[in-house]
């Protein structure tokens, strides 16, 4: 290898390292979250006070925890409970549901973000 060759080899490296770090860590955090039952929407929470809330759906009754400007799913009726096992959620655009139940949550921050599906 001569030295041009590392040159490519470094910047290579760094861009591939920029472009990991921006793609899956910087994230805004949520400001609130809006939480829908059954496609209408329930209530804007905050996400800087920490409470409980619990939303009527479907088969029963879910409830939220929001600590420390997160948010996560701590009980809900479905089967499989794989709302409870998405674990907190804190960055703009997050979103997670409860399908059985149809109850589902999405984070918003100070600005909107688009995705790949925007245009």
Known sequence: MNRTDLIILGLSLALIVGLFIRTFHPHEDG???YIRSDGASVQRV???HDQIIR???PLGETVFEVNAGKIRFINS???NKICIHSGWHDA???FAAC???RVTLEIKGSTSSYDSLSY
Request: aromatic content about 6%.
């Open 55 to 57: 939303v009527k759906g």
């Open 77 to 79: 009726p479905c089967p």
């Open 92 to 94: 703009a655009g997050d």
């Open 46 to 48: 905050d996400l800087h």
């Open 99 to 101: 399908l059985p139940n």
């Open 31 to 33: 400001a609130y979250a």
